[in-house]
């Protein structure tokens, strides 16, 4: 099956936003959101993997460079991805204690009035 | 919106994203396949600037102006959350910080973890041109090192550790240093962030030219941040208290 990673990660992408939909607490939406954003890792790293070849790092005399590796642009990708993921759910986290210190609440459906 | 319609929508979202999505991942090159244009060209130009890892020549040497736009989301976000972790006006910083018993097996592996952890992460942001690692992996190795501390310890040691005034000019001194390396290289050769030192054969420790410079720039910006950013939540766990409400009238 060559297209399984690519279908496990549209599988994560899925579980990901039915979480982000269905969540009762915003730290487990912020979770859902990683989880959906890890998706895109599987994509991306399955996308540069080649069978058999070696991780793109040489160094003398054990690999010689050569271009039997995988793909190393998506790899530098996944880092920035990752960068971001993590950065995103640090604000996130930051926002939801915000708001439970504002409306002593973490449950999206019980905050429906809008404060100034 | 109740719970039911948001299901439905979601459903109806969901359906319409699976019909596009499937035949575009069906339809993506064979997986483990030998066809990676772009690996050849960033193996070629990593190669001719001597950088042994080349996923850190794409980020640092290739792709450098994106990893600085990169390095601003992340100074952006600890900024975003030192603001809104600030203690409110109505709210006060305890000086109590009475912290539960710690297992003295957890103390003893904490204290012998700090200086390894902080070792490996000096490792691997100074290899990164070499081995698997880097700036942004080492600095989160760093930051979140100094932390074992409060595994093993007290609030008031990590305290004594770790002043946090270092930590923010830290924060800005490396994204100001990578920014700065750019402009020192568009003034030597008219391009930015060009690599403009000679460098050392591949897998020596000071080849790779502009890399391990860039890649120290990014592990202090982002030791820095994740220490700050640490901290801040750190804080409103352990110190920050509602005020006491003033009896009504």
């Given at each position: 099956m060559s297209v399984y990673p690519y279908l496990v990660a549209g599988w994560l992408m899925a579980v990901g936003i039915i979480g982000i939909v269905r969540g009762r607490n915003l730290v487990q939406t912020v979770i859902c959101l990683s989880v959906a954003q890890s998706a895109t890792y599987v994509l991306l790293l399955s996308v540069g993997y080649q069978r058999h070849a070696t991780p793109p790092v040489f160094g003398e005399p054990a690999s010689k460079?050569?271009?039997?590796?995988?793909?190393?642009v998506v790899q530098a990708l996944t880092l920035t991805d990752i960068v971001v993921s993590a950065t995103v759910t640090a604000l996130l986290l930051s926002l939801a204690i915000q708001i439970h210190k504002r409306?002593?609440?973490?449950d999206p459906n019980e905050l429906n009035t809008l404060e100034g | 919106m109740s719970p039911r319609v948001r299901l439905l929508v979601l459903a109806v979202g969901g359906i319409a994203l699976a019909v596009l999505v499937v035949p575009a991942l069906v339809g993506l090159?064979?997986?483990?396949?030998?066809?990676?244009p772009y690996r050849t060209h960033a193996v070629v130009a990593s190669v001719a600037h001597h950088s042994a890892n080349v996923i850190s020549s794409i980020n640092f040497d290739q792709r450098g102006l994106d990893t600085l736009g990169e390095e601003s989301i992340f100074l952006a976000s600890v900024l975003g959350v030192v603001v809104l972790l600030r203690p409110a006006e109505e709210e006060t910083e305890t000086a109590s910080l009475g912290g539960g018993p710690v297992l003295e097996s957890t103390k003893l592996a904490g204290y012998a973890m700090v200086p390894i952890t902080l070792m490996l992460g000096f490792n691997i942001v100074t290899h990164g041109h070499l081995t698997p690692g880097g700036g942004f992996q080492g600095g989160v190795v760093l930051g979140t090192g100094i932390h074992l501390l409060y595994v093993a310890g007290t609030y008031r040691a990590l305290q004594r550790a770790r002043p946090i005034q270092v930590f923010d000019w830290g924060e800005a001194i490396g994204a100001g240093a990578f920014a700065c390396l750019g402009i020192a290289s568009l003034a030597m050769t008219g391009a930015f962030l060009a690599a403009v030192i000679p460098t050392a054969p591949l897998g020596h420790l000071f080849s790779a030219g502009t890399v391990p410079l860039l890649n120290g720039a990014v592990g202090v910006e982002v030791a820095s941040g994740t220490a700050v950013l640490l901290a801040k939540f750190l804080e409103q766990a352990i110190r920050v208290r509602p005020a006491a409400k003033e009896t009504e009238p």
């Open positions: 460079p050569n271009f039997h590796v995988v793909d190393p409306h002593g609440t973490l | 090159p064979h997986f483990g396949g030998s066809v990676h």
